[in-house]
């Protein structure tokens, strides 16, 4: 099964949303569809998440332009609040991840897809 986050307003997700439905109808792969911003993944979601991207801080995976990150003093947070942030307020979770084969990539350019796609 892929599974990927998505944000229907953000040109790029949608982008990659299109490779995966293609990818998966042609391979036989189940599509799994997480609209984070209203399926708001919990801290354990996010912690299994950053071990599958194989990053070495949650900052990593967020939108650091967004204005609640600066508005949040986030700059300055640690690891757990980054974390809590991010259940808080899903939009600085960076868009699109896609998790596939117990790895996830940001789809951030698209070309990032061929890391898990066989």
Known sequence: MITIYHNPRCTKSCAALARLQEY????????????YLQETPDEAEIHRLLN???????????RTGEAVYQEQHLDKADEDALIAAMVA?????ERPIVVYGGKA???RPLDHLERLLP
Do not use: F, W
């Not at 998966?24 to 609209?35: F, G, H, I, K, Y």
């Not at 599958?52 to 967020?62: D, I, N």
């Open 52 to 62: 599958q991207l194989g990053v070495k801080s949650a900052r990593e995976m967020m």
């Open 24 to 35: 998966a109808q042609e391979n036989d792969v189940q599509l799994c569809l997480r609209t």
């Open 89 to 93: 307020y899903p939009i600085l979770i």
């Open 105 to 107: 990539v940001i789809a």
